[in-house]
């Protein structure tokens, strides 16, 4: 067993029960923590609305192709499409790191290449996980990020 972190996101629709869901189907049985939701603005792309955003810690034996897999399904389950690159989405669940695994392949890179260049990922994860993420990567993250509270008090 071993420390996976997943990012989720939302900026289109019923962003709470987005997240909600897809953290349902990303689990599967697993044990797991939540981060409070944060809501930020767009990084990168096309003018959008601004994300709710979080992480979840899973304890989990699944490998980063096997969590990709349930990310993909959770993005599908919530209508994601895929259209415009760093464009709206109802979901958006993005693999962080799992245990000590290392991936180059160009469907799942781990760590995730960009995670310590975005605030959206980086306060909700240093809530988790604080030896995860030093100060100086939190003052360098991009975009403006503000905490809404838990999922369960947003809903």
Known sequence: MHRAYLSLGSNIGDRGEHLATGIDIVVEGDSHRASSVYETEPVGGVAQ?????MVIELTTDASARELLV???RAEEARGRVREIRWGARTLDVDVLLVGDERSDDPEIVVPHPRMFERSFVLVPLHELAPELVTRAQLDAGAGAVSRLGTLESLR
């Open 49 to 53: 609305d601004d994300y709710w955003n």
């Open 70 to 72: 349930r990310a993909r």
